[in-house]
């Protein structure tokens, strides 16, 4: 983990810092706001900071009355509404202006907060953050990405969203803000930058890609030319490139294969092993194919730090989410890929 | 597995039938010709063919003289060359006017051989076959597709091959031809078809699908809708299309992921299991995310039979191909892609 090299970390400044302030999203979520609350509090236990829920003011006190908050650093902000996944984003912003998602969005527009954490609809993350925080220079939309298989847990998918038409100029900008990402967040020096294509000649793949592949030659990235499918687990490259749409197909192909696996390999292994030895492995099979929904990643390329989980997530991701939420603003990502 | 209700399928006639005559390109496939002679040789000896192998006469040859062929129907038909991932497959063709796979479709033409199984460049065999054979009405390009998941193993994804930028009234046609596949290969009733999206919404996906969902709302299929990545293992669709772009990345993801899950899974089962146990079940494991590698697929669109494999079969894989090819005669599958 690096972040020696930024002045403007705030791990490594010399005198002590105040608390990183989380907003959390409390009504985001399938379990929200109980599973969300709970977890928020958890993370209150491995880090010192702040925490900001903002959500329907009574249901929130309501979860927070079941934890001992003696000594720990929680307000609630109050919101009214959420916006849901099936709501037009655009839409539910007009009708829904104090909702959780924009409110919470606000606290870090305004300085209130360092981080917001979302484990509502994406969609609406997305489109309340680059209303409101605006959009980084040269960026159109904003795209999520990171590494989504813990079988190559250093390698960085980008994009994971709902980029789902991209111009090489967008693939070229996904292939910039991962490459910070995997530099400033995983280590990685000089990442390996690959198009994700059928083929590893520059003329393979389909027109976009194909016309993606000389831009990417002449940028100042540490381009190594196209990958394929089965080189995510062949560390042919630490930053691999597509357009949202192949990219929200491989990680929910790769959660439903995870899931799968666990019933087909519980046939498999029950001649050799205990009940209770086999929830232990596939606990671990199922992490290692559910990367993101243990972490959450960031919300690429508006003008704040915002952290989306996954929709499902129980407590231990939500501490997931926030854990990574204040990595992120301990590392100083954001100025990192504003340069 | 149905063909009874097909009055020209060759496996419900009532007098005996002459030998399903299999076309084999010798020197197609990493390990040609001896893993491919081998396997076919080993297809002798479970099924009632006469058996082509197409290739370099004395190499050809070479191979046979290490099996005892006493009885058997085998027939070396020479040829010149072979065409290579890396050529341009419509320039090999006038290059190599005797390659092994041009030789071997054209058996297929003249009506010499009913079937011709190809482990060589998938490329070279899409471009042959549809320059020999011809494609059948409405279509332009043969796609590749077939079960590919053992999880899901009577779940169609079309196409898997190299057609990578594709408009809506081609993604209908690998629809249509999947749906009969799926019908009289796989005996699915009634095939439910589907779009791979990224949600189950008409409004969601990139511009290919949503413009694709009303045409194929308005076909004869049976159409269910968009699916996404999960569905694969949700039963939710028994044929799901995609471009060649979507279905290349994931099939070969797939098998990326089954032979890293094998190391992964080596770590956490070792102290369950024996390394012979462990190798049991690493080896049902690998065939369930390389189930094309395990019986090959049929080249859809063409006017003829042809079965393409793995480039990287071995013996068995070989012989899984030409089991196929044998299937697909006694079902008079062609006949019914063609109505």
């Known amino acids: 983990m690096q972040s020696a090299d930024n002045p403007s970390s705030r791990s490594e400044a010399s005198k002590p810092q105040p608390p990183i302030r989380v907003a959390v999203d409390a009504m985001g979520g399938d379990y929200a706001p109980g599973e969300t609350v709970k977890g928020a509090v958890a993370a209150l236990d491995t880090h010192d900071i702040e925490l900001l829920l903002v959500g329907d003011a009574g249901a929130v006190e309501g979860e927070l009355d079941k934890y001992d908050l003696e000594g720990k650093a929680v307000k609630v902000v109050g919101s009214v509404g959420k916006i849901s996944d099936d709501e037009h984003p655009m839409h539910a912003f007009r009708q829904k202006p104090e909702a959780s998602i924009i409110v919470g969005t606000k606290l870090v527009k305004t300085g209130q907060a360092d981080v917001l954490v979302s484990l509502g609809s994406t969609g609406a993350s997305m489109a309340t953050a680059a209303l409101v925080l605006g959009m980084m220079d040269g960026l159109e939309r904003p795209c999520i990405g990171g590494p989504f298989l813990g079988l190559a847990p250093r390698t960085v998918l980008m994009d994971l969203g709902s980029n789902v038409d991209c111009r090489p100029s967008q693939l070229l900008n996904f292939a910039a803000l991962g490459s910070v990402f995997a530099h400033r967040f995983l280590g990685t020096e000089n990442p390996r930058v690959a198009l994700l294509s059928v083929g590893s000649e520059k003329s393979k793949g389909n027109r976009q890609v194909q016309d993606s592949y000389q831009l990417f ?16 687990f062949n560390d042919r490259a630490d930053v691999i490139v597509c357009d949202g749409f192949v990219g929200n197909i491989l990680i929910k192909f790769t959660e439903g294969m995870g899931t799968a696996l666990g019933g087909y390999l519980g046939r498999l292994l029950s001649p050799y092993m205990s009940d209770e030895q086999m929830r232990g492995v596939f606990n671990e099979l199922w992490q290692t194919t559910n990367l993101p929904r243990t972490m959450g990643g960031p919300l690429f390329g508006v003008n704040g730090a915002v952290i989306v989980g996954h929709g499902s997530s129980r407590a231990d991701e939500v501490a997931g989410a926030i854990n990574t939420a204040v990595r992120y603003v301990e590392m100083g990502l954001l100025d990192s890929m504003r340069e």
């Open 217 to 232: 030659e002449e940028s100042h990235l540490n381009f190594v030319g196209n990958v394929e499918g089965m080189d995510f």
